[in-house]
């Protein structure tokens, strides 16, 4: 019963952490690739992720919880 929900994170956390080699070998190789000034993308990326988590807590607010319904 454990090996059942122990295979699919062991699998999850192996690809995961595979990803972030990949992309800290990427990045540490080829600082040019990494795109625009941090500071260009934060100004823009941050006051969206205070929305978008404004927003969420609307929606779990109004609906007590529950997801989009299908």
């Known amino acids: 019963m454990i ?6 994170s062991g699998v ?10 990949i ?3 990427v990045a540490g190789r080829c600082p040019a690739a990494r795109g625009p000034a941090d500071a260009d ?4 990326l941050v006051p969206l992720t205070f929305v978008n988590l404004l927003g969420v807590s ?5 609906f007590k919880g529950k997801g989009i319904p299908g």
């Not at 090996?3 to 699919?8: K, S, T, Y």
């Not at 609307?58 to 109004?62: I, R, S, T």
Request: aromatic residues 22%.
């Open 3 to 8: 090996w059942g929900n122990l295979l699919p």
């Open 12 to 21: 999850f956390l192996t690809k995961a952490f595979a990803m972030v080699l």
């Open 23 to 25: 992309m800290m070998w």
């Open 41 to 44: 993308v934060l100004e823009y």
């Open 58 to 62: 609307l929606w779990l607010l109004l």
